[in-house]
């Protein structure tokens, strides 16, 4: 392997980081400041995926779709809070993990009621077609620079929400210690609300920003939804910063992984055997990762709760 | 002893819900076809496009098989074996189903062969064609209009030796059916296969691997990517400015796939015995009408399907209706007396077709579609190469 190729990869890595964070911001927030398992947050980043697409297509436009669908998105949050989740919140976790389950469930198939199951075609906005040479023969996608682009302007924003403002202020402070927020005259049910809302529509964002990449299909969130738990559970609960870092060790893991994997183990094995066992080596090494981080920081790398 | 008191009970049960069926008998003279689509999750995409070939299939029937008027029930399998054969056994004793018809994925196939084989009737997978029942197993019971799912592969491989490619690498998700793709590739493949890659069912993104095909610089790659996997890595991998390679696969692009995949699919190779493009009475119907009750393409789903309707029509004509002689009817199934919409149609020893394979290429239709397209023809009357094995019992 060229050190060229070593880089290239390292890039991929990056991006597949930046994209899990978008999706893991939101999931921490609500896990670290509600203490409420939203296993359904990988179908708002499915719906935000389907929005986006019909809304562009809709308008004939990736860019107006785009604008459409963060509302959209953070309406569809709303109705599902108020609908849903605002009767959870004080269950335990099991009975949040079996309901936003259902929901997962029901959305999956009423996706495809409204969709049909065929997946749909996202085009890449023309603005952004066309690549950049980043090795021979191979170009690196304008479109996934601008991915990166986007994934680090959201990061640096919700750092600037979170530790410089009033709001951001109050979900630090709900984080560490929700009761005495709302003993001090905060409504926290609305602070609740926000945050919800708000996480539906980062990860209706980045469903948004995977439309052309990936296939928008009926259950395109649960293979996503796994990687964010384990990038927030990497980061630590509730923090956004975790989440950044954890998302980018995540993707670098995973794509590091998947090339160096098998030709690592060539060295023990001959080659087919290698190439399997790297593989499957190579689809673990995330949760590995995960365990061994767990074993030396349990509360993550950037813990929030105090105690 | 407690499966001697279950099966009587079920019996039983089964009598008892059976009873209303027969009061309210169909007049005599109908049929009734346990269709097996799945119906459920993201793979029900394929299921529609079978059963509504099959219902298309009838349609230009009237709505008879063989002068007898056709009943159709749908099996939801759900992609769940175990759901599958719950589903199926109900349909063959409470519905009394004379036909299953169906199943898209291999592995609900071998859930469900037994109960239906073992009930003599007669089961026709539409797309199914594992090699596990062409050989040895093969099975009186048993037919196949679609093809042995190692053929599809090895057309493959025998097209990237007739091009003259040297050098390809091989990029499959690490399950057994794509290790099985490797294999029916390399069977007839010479040349040197540069790399195989495995990766996971659940990949999403193909950028590392697209890097290392980029470094590897092979005169062409071979790929296996079924549903959603096939439409990410074909979208990306013309991103990444690789289509120059020329990007051979199998159940990757196709019309169930291809609206997802849009133009970055263009000229990207497939293999199949059937394309919407062949031009012959039947076929040039079947799309048309197809097209106008659904507004998309066939796949071969849909057409392996219709392929069905019009085998049973034409076996249930030769036998006179009566379905209760099995050995009459496994011979008039056998003897394939219908138009297939593939053109030349036979079926061998072991029930499953001999027929014509060709390469693939996806192109544009005259009304702005995307569809596979023949390009040439690779094996003319393939036998199943497990054919010989079978000894029909």
């Known amino acids: 392997m060229t050190t060229q190729l070593l880089l290239v990869q390292a890039l991929n890595g990056l991006q597949l980081g930046i994209l899990l964070f978008l999706v893991a911001a939101g999931l921490t927030l609500v896990f670290g400041v509600m203490d409420f398992i939203n296993l359904a947050h990988g179908v708002q980043y499915m719906l935000g995926a389907y929005l986006g697409a019909s809304l562009a297509a809709a308008t004939g436009s990736f860019w107006l779709g785009l604008l459409l669908a963060l509302p959209a998105a953070l309406i569809a949050g709303l109705v599902l809070e108020v609908l849903v989740f605002r009767h959870l919140y004080d269950r335990d976790h099991l009975a949040q993990v079996l309901a936003t389950f259902g929901v997962i469930l029901f959305l999956n198939e009423g996706v495809k009621l409204v969709w049909g199951a065929a997946p749909l075609q996202v085009a890449v906005p023309p603005l952004l077609e066309g690549g950049v040479q980043i090795m021979p023969g191979l170009q690196y996608p304008l479109y996934r620079v601008a991915v990166l682009g986007a994934g680090l302007a959201t990061a640096g924003l919700l750092w600037w929400l979170v530790e410089r403002t009033r709001a951001g202020m109050l979900v630090r402070a709900g984080a560490t210690n929700a009761p005495m927020v709302s003993a001090l005259g905060v409504d926290i049910g609305r602070l609740f609300t926000l945050v919800f809302a708000f996480g539906a529509m980062l990860a209706g964002f980045a469903g948004v920003l995977a439309g052309p990449i990936f296939s928008v299909e009926p259950g395109m969130g649960d293979t996503v939804l796994i990687l964010a738990f384990v990038v927030i559970v990497i980061g630590g609960i509730g923090s956004i910063r975790g989440a950044f870092v954890a998302a980018l060790l995540v993707g670098l893991i995973d794509t590091l992984g998947k090339s160096l994997m098998p030709d690592l183990m060539r060295l023990f094995l001959d080659a087919s055997a290698a190439r399997q066992a790297g593989a499957a080596l190579a689809s673990m090494l995330v949760y590995v990762a995960m365990a061994a981080i767990l074993a030396f920081r349990p509360a993550g790398l950037f813990p929030v709760r105090a105690g | ?393």
């Open chain 2, 1 to 393: 002893m407690t499966g001697i008191g279950r099966r009587g009970l079920l019996g039983g049960t089964t009598a008892l819900l059976a009873a209303p069926a027969i009061l309210h008998a169909q007049p005599a003279g109908g049929v009734k076809i346990g269709v097996v689509a799945v119906q459920t999750g993201p793979q029900a995409a394929l299921g529609n496009q079978l059963k509504d070939g099959f219902a298309l299939g009838l349609r230009h029937l009237e709505g008879k098989l063989g002068g007898l008027t056709a009943e159709t029930v749908i099996i939801d399998d759900e992609l769940k074996p175990d759901v599958a054969v719950t589903k199926v056994r109900a349909a063959l004793e409470r519905d009394k189903v004379d036909f299953i018809v169906g199943v898209v994925f291999s592995n609900i196939l071998q859930a469900i062969i037994r109960p239906v084989t073992e009930s003599n009737t007669f089961l026709i997978s539409t797309n199914a064609g594992p090699s596990t029942f062409a050989g040895r197993g093969c099975n009186p019971f048993f037919f196949t209009t679609s093809y042995n799912n190692d053929q599809v592969h090895s057309v493959m491989g025998q097209a990237a030796q007739d091009n003259g490619y040297r050098r390809v690498f091989v990029m499959v998700p690490n399950y057994q059916a794509g290790r099985d793709a490797v294999a029916g590739f390399k069977s007839k493949f010479q040349g040197e296969v540069v790399d195989e890659v495995y990766v996971p069912l659940t990949q999403l993104d193909f950028s590392a691997e697209l890097a290392k095909i980029a470094a590897a610089r092979p005169d062409a790659i071979f790929t296996f990517m079924p549903g959603g996997l096939g439409v990410n890595l074909v979208r990306q991998y013309r991103q990444a400015g690789l289509a120059n390679i020329p990007f051979l696969s199998t159940f990757t692009v196709d019309e169930a796939t291809l609206p997802a995949q849009g133009d970055a699919a263009l000229g990207f190779y497939s293999a199949a015995s059937w394309a919407p493009n062949m031009d012959n009475p039947q076929n040039n119907r079947f799309v048309t009408d197809y097209i106008a009750a659904h507004n998309a393409v066939p796949a071969t789903y849909a057409a392996q399907a219709y392929d069905a309707a019009m085998l049973l029509d034409s076996a249930i004509r030769k036998v006179g209706g009566t379905l209760a002689n099995k050995d009459a009817l496994r011979t008039a199934i056998r003897a394939a007396d219908f138009r297939s919409v593939r053109g030349p149609f036979a079926f061998g020893a072991n029930h499953y077709p001999v027929q014509d394979f060709w390469l693939l290429k996806v192109g544009r239709r005259a009304d702005g579609k995307l569809e596979t397209q023949t390009d040439r023809k690779v094996f003319t009357n393939a036998v199943d190469p497990w054919a010989a094995e079978c000894r029909m019992r």
